[in-house]
């Protein structure tokens, strides 16, 4: 893939990235490497996007996003294929990720629509009976984004969809592991009217994003990624608006009066979705220990009949990780974990970046793998008698972000539901679910802000008063 108009590089350059396939390690395509002492030209077009975005009226943003929306529907085989080739997603979970950007983009046209502002009702309060006005939501100015290598264009989307919609400037770092689809994202957005200086794309390694972050200009920062790096952000930034969409450790309640059946389906889609590599897998599966050996012994079965392999071939049920240093990460984290006591049930093979879906129970509570986010493969199984003592498990880690309950019960699923500490509690669905509308992020530490659309667009703007006092 060749650079673009929407990484024109007079800047200083510390060469190429070379972006390979996850795979078989072929060569996708290169991007310019910019280091530090490019700010300076990055900030000075950030700085005219700024103006160039907040000129654009409303239906002018919205009438870009929807456009961009229709030109990558037009061109869906095309977007899919460069996410199987440089993140190692499976066809079919590729072709799922774009349909979730043109839903993405299509949301926040409609928030650049219909979500201006309120009417304010001054004369509800004693002494400002005279008073009338209203409040506007106006852009915040510079926005930073920052996006992972799992979700390289749908997140990419959550980001410069909501930006644009309020009128912001964007400078766009995505992962140097996986720029290549966040570049065609905003070709497609200037192909569809968007004035190129709005999003200006920042591709390069941790001083880069270090610089970026400490530009007095950037009014906000929205991360996805890790805890180490978003405190190392957290400490950087200085006063500036953060939203932070860090990493999980999804438990999933497995109630006696479930549809077995339906659970483990469920289940096992949430725990490998994306080779593991998502926020919201399903990590930790606590069942009633009534139904425990039934579970157990479907959901390896199922797990097992997995199709490992060529990600680009639509009978793939899971290609490989990111990379292999990713999979070595992960192989001795199982290793350590079965070290430990820990009984390996099914998986635990890897082959260059692909690791087998990996199953384990018996898993020691104070383990690294059942304290920490694995972003891997790898589900931990575990039964239980008493239901206090599973929200006591399911609430044990220092931070959240979605859980599940599969119960017919429905009084359980909404008692468990207010018990359970996460930002989402999905009931009869894996932790894995997530409707781009609806607000999403964590809990307990390090939650900041929310995405999803209508969230986020509000976390990107800011309320201006317009108060008239009508005298006399």
Same mark, same amino acid.
């Given at each position: 893939?060749?650079?673009?108009?929407?990484?024109?590089?007079?800047?200083?350059?510390?060469?190429?990235?070379?972006?390979?396939?996850?795979?078989?390690?072929?060569?996708?395509?290169?991007?310019?490497?910019?280091?530090?002492?490019?700010?300076?030209?990055?900030?000075?077009?950030?700085?005219?996007?700024?103006?160039?975005?907040?000129? /654009?009226?409303?239906?002018?943003?919205?009438?870009?996003?929807?456009? #961009?929306?229709?030109?990558?529907?037009?061109?869906?085989?095309?977007?899919?294929?460069?996410?199987?080739?440089?993140?190692?997603?499976?066809?079919?979970?590729?072709?799922?990720?774009?349909?979730?950007?043109?839903?993405?983009?299509?949301?926040?046209?409609?928030?650049?629509?219909?979500?201006?502002?309120? %009417?304010?009702?001054?004369?509800?309060?004693?002494?400002?009976?005279?008073?009338?006005?209203?409040?506007?939501?106006?852009?915040?100015?510079?926005?930073?984004?920052?996006?992972?290598?799992?979700?390289?264009?749908?997140?990419?989307?959550?980001? /410069?969809?909501?930006?644009?919609?309020?009128?912001?400037?964007?400078?766009?770092?995505?992962?140097? /592991?996986?720029?290549?689809?966040?570049?065609?994202?905003?070709?497609?957005?200037?192909?569809?009217?968007?004035?190129?200086?709005?999003?200006?794309?920042?591709?390069?390694?941790?001083?880069?994003?270090?610089?970026?972050?400490?530009?007095?200009?950037?009014?906000?920062? @929205?991360?996805?990624?890790?805890?180490?790096?978003?405190?190392?952000?957290?400490?950087?930034?200085?006063?500036?608006?953060? #939203?932070?969409?860090?990493?999980?450790?999804?438990?999933?309640?497995?109630?006696?009066?479930?549809?077995?059946?339906?659970?483990?389906?469920?289940?096992?889609?949430?725990?490998?979705?994306?080779?593991?590599?998502?926020?919201?897998?399903?990590?930790?599966?606590?069942?009633?220990?009534?139904?425990?050996?039934?579970?157990?012994?479907?959901?390896?079965?199922?797990?097992?009949?997995?199709?490992?392999?060529?990600?680009?071939?639509?009978?793939?049920?899971?290609?490989?990780?990111?990379?292999?240093?990713?999979?070595?990460?992960?192989?001795?984290?199982?290793?350590?974990?079965?070290?430990?006591?820990?009984?390996?049930?099914?998986?635990?093979?890897?082959?260059?970046?692909?690791?087998?879906?990996? %199953?384990?129970?018996?898993?020691?509570?104070?383990?690294?793998?059942?304290?920490?986010?694995?972003? #891997?493969?790898?589900?931990?199984?575990?039964?239980?008698?008493?239901?206090?003592? #599973?929200? &006591?498990?399911?609430?044990?880690?220092?931070?959240?972000?979605?859980?599940?309950?599969?119960?017919?019960?429905?009084?359980?699923?909404?008692?468990?539901?207010?018990?359970?500490?996460?930002?989402?509690?999905?009931?009869?669905?894996? @932790?894995?679910?997530?409707?781009? &509308?609806?607000?999403?992020?964590?809990?307990?530490?390090?939650?900041?802000?929310?995405?999803?659309?209508?969230?986020?667009?509000?976390?990107?703007?800011?309320?201006?008063?317009?108060?008239?006092?009508?005298?006399?």
């Amino acid at each position: 893939m060749n650079l673009t108009s929407v990484q024109r590089a007079p800047l200083q350059t510390l060469g190429l990235i070379d972006v390979f396939s996850p795979y078989d390690g072929s060569l996708v395509g290169s991007v310019a490497n910019l280091g530090e002492h490019a700010v300076p030209g990055l900030l000075a077009r950030a700085r005219q996007g700024v103006k160039d975005s907040a000129a /654009l009226p409303r239906h002018r943003r919205a009438g870009i996003l929807e456009q #961009a929306a229709r030109l990558i529907e037009r061109d869906a085989p095309d977007f899919a294929g460069l996410i199987v080739d440089e993140a190692g997603k499976t066809l079919r979970q590729a072709e799922k990720e774009v349909k979730r950007c043109i839903n993405t983009l299509r949301l926040s046209a409609e928030e650049a629509r219909r979500n201006a502002g309120e %009417v304010v009702p001054f004369d509800a309060y004693e002494g400002s009976e005279s008073r009338q006005g209203w409040f506007t939501r106006e852009p915040l100015g510079l926005i930073l984004a920052i996006t992972p290598y799992n979700d390289p264009l749908n997140l990419v989307a959550h980001k /410069l969809g909501p930006a644009i919609a309020g009128g912001n400037g964007v400078i766009l770092k995505p992962s140097e /592991l996986t720029p290549l689809s966040a570049l065609k994202l905003v070709q497609y957005l200037v192909d569809a009217g968007l004035p190129e200086a709005v999003v200006t794309v920042a591709t390069g390694g941790a001083e880069l994003g270090k610089a970026l972050v400490a530009l007095r200009d950037v009014r906000m920062i @929205s991360f996805t990624g890790g805890f180490a790096t978003g405190e190392q952000i957290a400490r950087g930034a200085g006063l500036k608006k953060l #939203a932070m969409d860090l990493g999980g450790n999804a438990p999933v309640l497995v109630l006696e009066d479930c549809d077995l059946d339906a659970t483990v389906e469920s289940c096992v889609s949430g725990a490998f979705w994306a080779a593991g590599q998502n926020c919201i897998g399903t990590q930790r599966i606590l069942v009633h220990a009534s139904i425990y050996a039934a579970f157990r012994d479907r959901f390896v079965e199922l797990t097992r009949a997995m199709v490992l392999g060529n990600p680009g071939r639509r009978e793939t049920d899971m290609g490989p990780m990111i990379n292999e240093a990713s999979a070595r990460r992960v192989e001795e984290c199982v290793n350590q974990a079965l070290q430990e006591g820990a009984q390996l049930l099914c998986g635990h093979q890897r082959q260059g970046a692909t690791y087998a879906p990996t %199953v384990l129970e018996q898993v020691d509570h104070g383990s690294r793998l059942w304290r920490e986010e694995a972003f #891997a493969p790898v589900v931990m199984l575990a039964p239980f008698d008493d239901i206090d003592q #599973a929200v &006591a498990w399911a609430n044990s880690p220092e931070y959240s972000l979605h859980a599940g309950v599969f119960t017919r019960d429905l009084a359980k699923a909404l008692h468990l539901a207010r018990r359970i500490e996460a930002g989402g509690v999905m009931i009869n669905d894996s @932790s894995d679910y997530r409707f781009d &509308a609806m607000p999403f992020g964590g809990s307990k530490y390090g939650s900041l802000g929310r995405e999803g659309v209508r969230f986020a667009y509000e976390d990107m703007t800011q309320p201006k008063v317009v108060c008239i006092n009508q005298l006399g």
